[in-house]
Every structure is written in C-alpha cells, then in structure tokens.
C-alpha cells in the first residue's frame, strides 16, 4: 500500500473520493463545511507536488437519477472559497462519459475538477465494477479521503480500488488520520478506557457496547437509552424513553461486563420534564423513581460529577453519544459536563476520540472540539469500526497490498 504522504503527485490526475455531503440551505448555500475544510490538506498536498485533483462524491439521496437539488454544482463557489483565488476549480456536469473524459484530459498541474453526484448512478451503490472502472479511466491514481463512506461498498469506495496498481491507491491525509485514531482506542488503548455511549436506542449501539466489553474498563452509558437499563433492573422510569423488547438485552450486557471486571455506570440522577417540549416544566429526581407522566431527558448533577471523575482518571477515552436532549438548553448540563471533562482529561495526557453525529455536534456546540485528540467525520462508518466489522472502503486498500 502506498503512503500518502511519501507519494509524489507531480505530473499525475489523482482521482479523490471525498466525503462532500455537507448541508445546503434553501439558496443551495453551504450550512456545515466541516467535511470539506477536512478535506484540504489532502487536495493542497496533491497541488503542491504538481498534480492535479479530481474529486469525486454524493450528495443526499437522489432517488431517480439527477436532479437540482442534489447536483453537486452548489458546492463550487464554497470549494473555490476554501482552495483561494489562486486554484482553478473546474465542475464536470457527469462523473462519467464523454463531458468528464474531455475535463479531466484537459486539466493541468494545480488545477481541481469536482465530478457531479456520483449517485446520479444506481451503479454507485451497487457496487458496479463497469461503473468504477469508467471512473478509474479519469486519472493516474486512486486517494480514498471520505472515511465517513468507508462501511459502504460503493463503486467509488471499495470497488475501484481494483482498476489502480497497488502503488497508485491510498488512503488521503483525512482517512490515515481517522483509521490511526480508531485503531488507537481500539487496539492500542491505555488503561484505564472508559467508553461514554449514548443516544437514544439500546438497539443501535448492543454491537459496539458487546464489542467494548472485550477492551474497556468502564462504559458510562447516558441518554435515552439508559432508561432500558433502569427498567431492567427494576426501576422505574416513568414516560422516558425504554425498548421494552430490549430489556433482557441490557441484563445481559450487565451481567457479561461483571464477568468481564468492566464497570458499568448507569445516571443515579436525572432531569426530567412533564413533557418533550424546550418550554417543559422540569425537576431533578433519582433516575429509578420517575415519576408517572415524566420522562427522563438529561442525567443529572450526581451523575454528571460521577461520570466526570471516571473520564478524569481514564487515559482512553472513545465518546459516542450525547447524555441527554443537548439541542434544548434545560436538557444540555449533563452532556456540557461530559465536554469538560473529556477536554480536562485530554490535557491531563489522555487520548480522547469524538464520533458519531450527535456527539461531534455537542462537542463543536460547546467549544471543546480543539481540546480533544481527535474528532472523527465518519459517524456510522465510526459505529462499524467499534462493533468489529471489516469496511470495504479501508479493506479495498489494505487488502490489496
């Protein structure tokens, strides 16, 4: 496997999967460019050397092929924005046929072409080889930059990797980051690791927390889902939110991580409200005796202190999940508090990874995303990693090697 940073681009059409699927506003305005600023350094390495930039991405869910709204021609002003005046950004209005051959034969050193929405194509989530390999035809080498795609596999992820010498595939300056870092926690991690999960379903995050058991010495489990925990242990939780056919799934996961010498770390308090509502009334009651007609919505200022002293003596963090509804401001101290420690235990010399949509939201929200060690821009790309599975997207480059 090539390394990115040692290959020399000069003369070359480098063909760059980006993760580009960023939100617009009504006036096609770029709302959150955090994943096309993540992707610069990449685009600037290849322009330095001397080679040129194809960048190849989707855009939403186009259900019958192209459309307005999710052509990737909106991106163009905001793209050559971050790149400068002094980078000639060039659009393709296909990532395919004739129009694309043409631009992309055409194009020279220092120079960037944007490919128009790769989902244009059913072919690119088939997975079709005709498909990647009309793509491959564009240029000299394959960069794989868009981690936040890797559990998918697409044509442009996984499959082309195959149309491309195995010196002439790697992985961008984005992706090498974010598979070093999950391979940090996952398999180089300090003790003490403590693993913060929450969200709202018990369902969406079994694999990961059965997976964590193996590594971890503590999971803090906040969010809706530690109410499924609660009643399962006999509490009771009122109107918060519980996966009934889950709760024998939450016993289990108890008792292996008893056996495992892992500590669980359930909220002992929470703040509830009388209703899902930023107006609600609200109260702060132990996290077993919710009342009738209350639900759970943040945990509470026990938990919060409990919880930060597990993350300021741990020197492993993973975070995924926020601990509460932190998009409304009653419901926000319990994930803010996990922030602030999770930014004080970093400083003290731990290694921290951020992931997951929520959680990445959270930690920007409140200031703290410079003060962990890494923020991952691959949320479910991220979960599959943790839960053990093989992505296609990495496997496409490492395997072949």
Known sequence: MATFSSFNFKGLKALVRVDFNVPLNEAFEVTDDTRMTAALPTIR?????GGSVILMSHLGRPKDGPSEKYSLKHLLPHLSALLGKNVPVLFAGDCIGEQAHLT????RGGEVLLLENLRFYKEEES??????????WLADAYVNDAFGTAHRAHASTAVIADFFPADRRMFGLLMEAEVASAEKVLHQSEKPFVAIIGGAKVSDKILIIENLLERATDIIIGGGMAYTFIKARGGKIGNSLCEDDRLQTALDIIEKAQQKGVNIHLPSDSVIADKFDAAAATDIVSSDAVPDGW???DIGPEA?????????????ILWNGPMGVFEMEKFQSGTKAIAEAVAESTSSG???LVGGGDSVAAVNRFGFNDQVSYVSTGGGALLEYFEGKELPGIAAITSHT
């Open 45 to 49: 390495k290849i322009l330095a050397d």
């Open 104 to 107: 992309a034969s055409m194009l």
């Open 127 to 136: 997975g079709d080889p005709g498909f990647a390999e009309n793509l491959s």
């Open 295 to 297: 639900m759970g919505l």
């Open 304 to 316: 919060s202190k409990a919880f930060a002293e597990v993350i300021k003596r741990s020197k492993t």
């Open 350 to 352: 731990a290694f921290s």
